[in-house]
């Protein structure tokens, strides 16, 4: 089956990898989607989110990679797929999936959401954090997948 794993990916982590590579083991493709989160106001443009997520994926040859601004529902329409696979890091994490899940599938039918949860050591591990210890000018080489580390200190450090 089809899937999209979708996300900011602002920048992407050895936790979004992780899940992308499980994910990408029992689907027959999986579309890493880069999604605009109007709540969320990116702090790489999608060119570079686009690299970065690109290289990471590069090893796997069932992964396709794009950008879109839009509703999940419509890029599911477009690709004409039903499933959505998401990662789920805690308490915190299902509570806002779930709510996604309900809007997503009420507004389009049949879409199902299947979480993945968090691998055992990257419960801890996100974007959010790999740009704050990026800002201060901190090792946050260990979060992120080899390819994204220059792109994400050349952006972040210092600014
Ligand atoms: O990595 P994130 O920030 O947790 O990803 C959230 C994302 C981008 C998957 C979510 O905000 C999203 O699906 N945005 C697209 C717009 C949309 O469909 N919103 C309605 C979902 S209820």
């Known amino acids: 089956m089809k899937a999209i794993f979708p996300g ?3 920048p992407i982590t050895i936790g979004h990898l992780d899940l992308i590579r499980r994910a ?3 689907c027959e493709e999986i579309f890493v989607a880069i999604l605009i989160n109007p709540d969320k106001e990116g702090a790489f443009p999608l060119p570079e989110r686009l690299d970065m997520v690109k290289s990471a994926c590069a ?7 794009l950008g879109f601004s839009g509703l999940l529902v419509d890029l599911a329409r477009k690709l004409d797929t039903r499933l ?3 990662g789920v890091r805690g308490g915190y994490d299902l509570e806002n ?3 996604m899940a309900w809007a997503n599938a009420a507004m389009l039918p049949g879409l199902e959401t299947l979480f ?3 691998s055992d050591g990257l419960g801890g591990v996100s974007s959010s954090l790999v ?3 990026a800002r ?3 090792d946050f080489s260990a979060f992120v997948p080899a390819g994204a580390a220059d792109i994400v200190r050349a952006r972040l450090h210092d600014k």
């Open 24 to 26: 990408a083991a029992f």
């Open 84 to 86: 959505v696979i998401r």
């Open 97 to 99: 999936e779930t709510a």
């Open 59 to 65: 090893a796997f040859s069932n992964v396709r990679v």
């Open 116 to 118: 993945l949860p968090a």
């Open 8 to 10: 900011s990916f602002d």
């Open 136 to 138: 201060f000018g901190g």
């Open 131 to 133: 740009r704050q210890i």
